[in-house]
């Protein structure tokens, strides 16, 4: 459980991220909650160098969606990183296990078989409240940290190859 204000960064730490183009494919399952991720996602590329214009917009009808939305948006965009949003609640079924799990698998297959990282920016939450407190409620916003992971993995992925380390 999330127990630190998830919007915090040090743009020190972080590589410029104007060189770099983004994708974004978000659920529209739950939109007052992956909207508010979305925003945060791109505010923060937009705040640590991003060009408004570098970063792609997709969406899906639900989660479960993500990974196809993902993989065309791979197959078809030039794209340094994506970021999966989406979010799924707790309800009185198992759909919600098959659907973390279907979503969590996905996005690792498609990081091993694609030079892309997709971030996993899906909010597993036991009620909805867990989830506004995550998307720019008390918690923050899991679409900033998930736009800084995405910059530092765009950073890794166009690292020159004959780097022996990667600073940023």
Request: charged residues 20%.
């Given at each position: ?7 915090s ?10 060189s ?9 399952w739950n939109?007052e909650?992956?909207k ?19 970063i792609i ?8 969606e ?27 079924t ?28 899906v ?17 923050g ?28």
């Amino acid at each position: 459980m999330a127990t630190t204000n998830l919007s915090s960064y040090d743009k020190t730490t972080i590589p410029n991220a104007k060189s770099f183009r983004f994708g974004i494919v978000v659920s529209e399952w739950n939109p007052e909650i992956t909207k508010n991720l979305q925003k945060g996602a791109i505010e923060t590329l937009i705040d640590c160098g991003a060009n408004k214009e570098n970063i792609i917009s997709w969406d899906v009808p639900g989660s479960f969606e993500l990974v196809f939305g993902c993989k065309k948006m791979i197959e078809s965009q030039s794209v340094d990183a994506i970021i999966a949003i989406g979010n799924v609640i707790q309800g009185e079924t198992k759909h919600f296990d098959f659907v973390c799990e279907g979503v969590t698998q996905g996005i690792v297959d498609l990081n091993i078989k694609y030079d892309v990282p997709v971030i996993f920016c899906v909010l597993t939450d036991n009620n909805k409240q867990q989830s506004i407190d995550r998307s720019g409620g008390k918690l923050g916003n899991k679409g900033i940290e998930c736009a800084i992971a995405a910059i530092k993995m765009a950073a890794i992925k166009n690292v020159d190859r004959s780097a022996e380390s990667i600073g940023f």
